[in-house]
């Protein structure tokens, strides 16, 4: 089965969002660098974003201003469409970020489109904000974008740090709108950074 055999409702709204909803499948083809706590393969984006929309759900009462969760969450469960496109951009990969956001720019043109264009620019504008990081929701949603993998990597011996040959101050950069935003999870976030150091996960 594939696209090709998509049954037309005769309806073109109908049509498109359940094309989309097709073409996000392709989410779980997406791997991250990110160990699964068991350590029995890679996470793929899908799995990452569900992670951090339920983790959405937990932790605001460390949040230094008010959010709302139920929005933080749609956030969450949207921030990496674009990758279906643009592929997985390593954090700590300098290169690769370099064109991240002219590939994930493109991304963005070629996704939303195929949507109603209401809800393409609806789920787009969470995209925007969520990169901007100017709005509490936006920064509480990029908390959890990395705390998320932060704990993978203390449960998975620091598996993509020791990957990639990452050095503390890197992950203390990555982790500033923690220390930022929820200074309580922090103190337990710059423990483990000791632990990680100690342990030869992070270089010093």
Not at 155 to 171: I, K, N, Y
Request: charged residues 30%.
């Amino acid at each position: 089965m594939s696209m090709e055999d998509f049954l037309t409702s005769g309806k073109v709204r109908l049509d498109q969002q359940l094309k989309f909803s097709a073409e996000i499948d392709q989410m779980t083809q997406i791997l991250r660098r990110t160990l699964l706590v068991d350590k029995s393969r890679r996470e793929n984006d899908a799995e990452h974003s569900w992670h951090i929309a339920v983790m959405a759900l937990l932790f605001e009462e460390y949040a230094k201003e008010p959010v709302n969760v139920s929005r933080v969450a749609e956030m969450c469960v949207v921030h990496d469409l674009v990758e279906i496109y643009a592929g997985d951009t390593f954090a700590y990969d300098v290169n690769g970020n370099q064109d991240k956001q002219a590939r994930e720019e493109a991304a963005a043109d070629k996704l939303f489109a195929q949507l109603p264009e209401e809800q393409g620019s609806r789920i787009r504008a969470l995209w925007e904000e969520f990169d901007a990081l100017e709005t509490a929701d936006a920064k509480y949603a990029a908390c959890m974008d990395r705390l998320q993998p932060f704990l993978h990597n203390t449960l998975t011996d620091g598996h993509t740090w020791v990957e990639g040959g990452t050095a503390r101050p890197a992950v203390e950069k990555r982790m500033g709108i923690i220390k930022e935003f929820m200074p309580e999870v922090y103190d337990w976030i710059s423990a483990n950074l000791d632990r990680a150091v100690e342990k030869g996960w992070l270089k010093p």
